[in-house]
């Protein structure tokens, strides 16, 4: 089962931003989409963003779109999360999760589709 380690959580004022990372196994990102969830207090798991295997396609979540960017960086092994714009709204724990499904061409939305989570990382936008 692939481990997978995010970091770059931490606390941010409305409007900022931060960058979060995951490494990832390499054999991961070739044959599976690695995504971003997160999870709000007192709700459930939201899908953020997923790139398909090899980068071909990325995914956001509509509440996301045009803030938030995901990439990757194959040397390192890792994906990241770009959050800018920050909201409150944006509070919660992140965190970077594996396809059930190898080969997937277009990313779920569907946060039931991903199992693997790592174990977290802290978000939180407040004044």
């Known amino acids: 089962q692939a481990q997978l380690i995010e970091s770059g959580g931490g606390v941010v004022q409305p409007g900022g931003e931060l960058r979060l990372s995951c490494t990832a196994p390499?054999?991961?990102?070739?044959?599976?989409?690695v995504a971003w969830l997160r999870q709000a207090p007192g709700k459930g798991s939201e899908f953020v963003a997923g790139?398909?295997?090899?980068?071909?396609?990325?995914t956001y979540g509509d509440s996301v779109k045009g803030r938030f960017t995901m990439s990757r960086d194959n040397d390192s092994m890792r994906v990241f999360l770009q959050m800018n714009s920050l909201k409150p709204e944006d509070t919660g724990v992140y965190y970077c999760?594996?396809?059930?499904?190898?080969?997937?061409?277009?990313?779920?939305?569907?946060?039931?589709?991903?199992?693997?989570w790592g174990q977290g990382t802290q978000v939180t936008v407040s004044s």
């Open positions: 790139q398909s295997p090899s980068a071909r396609d990325t």
């Open positions: 390499p054999r991961t990102c070739m044959w599976y989409t």
């Open positions: 999760a594996v396809d059930k499904t190898p080969n997937r061409r277009t990313p779920s939305t569907n946060s039931d589709a991903y199992d693997a």
